[in-house]
């Protein structure tokens, strides 16, 4: 049984910067893409970022390209998301997904087939 467990979500001021972690456990996710997308309230889940855990490849939404960075630890088997320059919209839940793929440009949600919890981000003005 695949588990994804997100952490490291808060409160911060616009500018400030937050680590988001996904545990991953249940399985061997060399194979697999692991992305993060987020919900604001009212609004659809939108795409993030996307990593290929065996070579590593990552990918971003225009919308945080130069201030989020996505990557994974092999050995703790833990997916990050590093969020700089913060604004106030980027507030919403986080989620961290994984897809049974190699292709590190996974942006549709209907592609993956894990989902953790979710956890909030609030950014202040």
């Known amino acids: 049984q695949v588990q994804l467990v997100e952490s490291g979500g808060g409160l911060v001021q616009a500018g400030g910067s937050l680590r988001l972690s996904c545990a991953a456990s249940?399985?061997?996710?060399?194979?697999?893409?692991m992305g993060w997308f987020r919900q604001a309230p009212g609004k659809e889940r939108d795409f993030v970022a996307s990593i290929s855990w065996s070579v590593g490849i990552t990918y971003y939404a225009d919308s945080v390209k130069g201030r989020f960075t996505i990557s994974r630890d092999y050995a703790k088997n833990t997916v990050y998301l590093q969020m700089n320059s913060l604004k106030p919209e980027d507030t919403a839940v986080y989620y961290c997904?994984?897809?049974?793929?190699?292709?590190?440009?996974?942006?549709?949600?209907?592609?993956?087939?894990?989902w953790g919890q979710g956890t909030q981000v609030t950014v202040s003005s």
């Open positions: 249940g399985r061997t996710f060399g194979s697999y893409t």
């Open positions: 997904a994984a897809a049974m793929t190699g292709d590190p440009i996974m942006t549709m949600i209907r592609r993956y087939d894990y």
